[in-house]
């Protein structure tokens, strides 16, 4: 586990050194430094360039060997031809180097250069990720490749074969809720590999829910050993791209021809209890929900909708059934408290709960804070999805009624421990003002624990991924 | 079968620049490994049928063993359901000449007892380049071939990997049982995948040696799984 240790470098770097600075012009390496310095990075840094005395207002060093102290992190964004040789310099004077510059294996005429990075990494003792990658986020160390991302720091660790993606998975995962404990790109995987930064992710403490992007592993048996003995302990969801490539060799059994990539990493997910999705919107959904919710000890079956819309209520029903729930009839004394509850005509009580919004802001919206207390302690129900047409809502103005729902569902989560799990769905026309407003929404209840979907069917596919992970739990796998 | 004999037939068949290991090798390793095969006699390619009398039961199936032919069948080097040593006899001579019509050498008979009928399963394996060895099963015929209604796991399975196998098969139900059928012995199959695909499996002790497997059929009846055919395909 100590090698292990060495990613606390990448993580949580107490010094940072950039070669591939400019100091006449904004390059790659400029802007990282002007993102550290915006993030409130609090660690020295130090560029590195071979004639520049100042960049960015910093101490220019001439080379990595020429470091006053050892770093734990080198954000190396040179020419490709001229990295084996600084990654060379870097011996005993930096610990971690990521390479983010392109034209190695990635191309066809890479691939020597490739090798001779690997070799120098050997010989510098210097880990290396990438090349061909973006770089790191780690908001605990105020860390960060790239702008307009949150300083709020959180418990979903990624690792990003994909740059570009990387960017997305923090920007657009932070707007549905996301909190990252760290997010590292890693390219062409050349030294530090997938599995080993997965490893990582698993012994670090602030790290409760993984997920990962990618196209192909290395070291897929290595993968698949780590990914069983952690026997999902934590939730970890794959995003693989690259799936449907043809068989990959000339097959002379009938084994081999029925053979493919998709069938191995298929393979991998069902036997580690790791959800496989196909988009990063389902990849987002999914780690929302794991982010938010615990697995439960028995796995997710039976869901209660309630909400209001009847087509809605029915689609949803027919989303969860797909997804391989089923959406079962209340038990009689639940029935009887709902039935008690005196809701107006027009309402069901009935599994999927359909009630009108002008029922719902009864007693200055008590009925629908009413019906999630009773529907959460259901004995025969996993999962509760509360969906709320916000137009519709939003015209009852004199009751906030989201929010009552929003502390109801909170106080339910509080009183008892296994109650069902508790899932928002906030139905948008799109409208400026409304999505303004179910941008409030959505932070206030990701915020309270409780994940936010833009649709019952999205819910419903995040549920399923959840499912797998608890099965393998409740199966006792591996 | 110890893993060291295995290794050292998988090594010497490489070393002989075999691409494929014959039958009756193939099916060595497979009951060394606990997994049934069919009572056999192997002749040379000019040895007498007499000698099977008595030690096999009645009726026979003849197979041709041949390194120049890959797809026996297809070259009609089996024959099923062979009353007796005449018809063995007669079934070889005719097989003889289609194959040395063709250019290709016979170099041995391999004569079996017919296997107790039941579901024709496959068994197979491969070296994945990411993930290693891996097994997979599907049913025999139109199942795998045009369905490809097939179950992959990586090795080394465990019995819940199994049993979840042949959950998956969208055909599961001809193993199970269906409109009035009864079903086969699970139990059998479980084991069979286990014994190729499991920690101490075939597939396992067979690397990096073995490239791809083919144990089809897999007769799996309500007594047990017998492997009819086996075809070792080794790295090159």
């Known amino acids: 586990m100590t090698e292990l240790k060495i990613f606390d470098s990448l993580f949580h770097p107490k010094s940072i050194a950039v070669v591939g600075a400019s100091s006449s012009t904004v390059s790659g390496g400029n802007r990282f430094i002007r993102n550290l310095r915006a993030f409130g990075y609090q660690g020295p840094i130090y560029p590195v360039h071979p004639e520049a005395a100042e960049i960015e207002g910093l101490k220019v060093f001439p080379s990595l060997g020429a470091l006053p102290e050892t770093v734990d992190y080198a954000y190396v964004a040179t020419a490709a031809a001229r990295v084996p040789a600084v990654i060379r310099s870097g011996r005993g004077k930096v610990r971690v180097a990521q390479v983010m510059s392109s034209g190695f294996g990635e191309t066809a005429e890479g691939d020597s250069l490739q090798q001779d990075l690997l070799a120098a990494a050997r010989d510098a003792g210097v880990r290396v990720v990438g090349p061909n990658c973006l770089g ?17 720091p959180g418990h979903v660790g990624i690792i990003c074969q994909s740059g570009g993606l990387g960017t997305d998975i923090i920007r657009r995962g932070q707007n549905r809720g996301l909190r990252f404990s760290g997010l590292v790109t890693i390219g062409n995987a050349v030294d530090v590999s997938a599995s080993e930064l997965l490893e990582y992710f698993l012994s670090d403490d602030r790290t409760r829910v993984i997920g990962m992007y990618l196209e192909s592993a290395r070291d897929g048996r290595r993968l698949f050993e780590i990914l069983r003995q952690a026997g999902c302990r934590k939730p970890v969801v794959l995003l693989k791209g690259g ?17 493919g990539s998709e069938q191995a990493w298929a393979a991998l997910g069902k036997q580690t209890g790791m959800p496989i999705v196909d988009t990063l919107d389902a990849f987002l ?83 629908a ?51 069902a799990h508790l899932i928002l769905v906030l139905r948008s026309d799109g409208d400026a003002e409304i999505e303004e407003k179910k941008r409030g929404y959505r932070r206030d209840a990701v915020q309270a624990g409780i994940p936010v979907f833009n649709e019952i069917a999205e819910a419903a596919r995040a549920l399923a991924c959840l499912r797998i992970i608890e099965l393998a739990r409740e199966a006792g796998q591996p | 079968m110890d893993p060291h004999e295995l290794q050292s037939i998988l090594r010497g068949a490489q070393e002989a620049r075999c691409g494929a290991l014959d039958e009756p090798t193939g099916k060595r390793i ?22 099977v009398e008595g030690r096999l039961k009645q009726p026979y199936v003849l197979k041709l063993i041949s390194p120049d032919v890959i797809h026996k069948t297809e070259m009609g080097g089996v024959r099923l359901n062979l009353a007796s040593t005449q018809a063995l006899e007669q079934a070889a001579g005719e097989i003889r000449q289609r194959v040395e019509a063709a250019g290709a050498r016979v170099e041995g008979w391999l004569v079996e007892e017919m296997a107790e009928s039941g579901v024709e399963v496959v068994v197979g394996g491969l070296r994945d380049p990411e993930f290693g060895p891996m097994v997979m099963i599907g049913l025999g015929g139109i199942f ?57 499996g075939v597939l396992m002790h067979g690397q990096p040696q073995v490239a791809e497997l083919d144990i089809n059929p897999l007769i799996v009846s309500r007594h047990g799984a017998v492997a009819v055919d086996a075809r070792f395909i080794l790295d090159q």
């Not at chain 1, 519709?392 to 109650?419: C, E």
């Open chain 1, 136 to 152: 790191v986020y780690s908001p605990r160390a105020r860390v960060s490749f790239t702008r307009r991302v949150t300083d709020e």
């Open chain 1, 243 to 259: 799936g449907t490539a043809e068989g990959r060799r000339a097959a002379s059994s009938h084994t081999g021809a029925l053979a």
């Open chain 1, 285 to 367: 959904d999914a780690l929302l929900l794991c982010q938010c919710l615990q697995p439960r000890a028995q796995a997710t079956r039976h869901i209660a909708l309630f909400g209001n819309g009847g087509g809605t209520s029915v689609l949803g029903t027919d989303a969860c059934g797909r997804a391989g729930f089923s959406v079962p009839p209340f038990p009689a004394p639940i029935l009887a408290e709902l039935e008690g509850l005196k809701l107006p005509a027009g309402s069901s009580v009935l599994n999927p709960v359909d009630v009108p919004a002008g029922a719902l802001q009864q007693n200055e919206g008590k009925a």
């Open chain 1, 369 to 419: 804070t009413d019906i999630v207390r009773v529907l959460t302690h259901a004995g025969n129900i996993d999962a509760v999805i509360i969906h709320a047409n916000m137009t519709v809502i939003t015209d009852f103005q004199h009751v906030d009624m989201l929010k009552n729902i929003i502390s109801a569902v909170t106080q339910a989560r509080l009183s008892a421990a296994g109650v």
């Open chain 2, 30 to 51: 497979l009951a060394g490994y606990g997994i049934a095969v069919p009572n056999a006699v192997v002749l040379a390619g000019d040895g007498s049928f007499a000698q």
């Open chain 2, 144 to 200: 795998v071939e045009i369905f490809k209604d097939v179950s992959f796991r990586i090795c080394p399975v465990t019995r819940g990997d199994a049993l979840q196998m042949v959950d998956e098969l969208q055909s599961n139900p001809l193993l199970k049982g269906a409109r009035g059928k009864e079903g086969v012995s699970i139990d059998a199959l479980v084991e069979t995948i286990l014994r190729v695909g499991g920690e101490d």
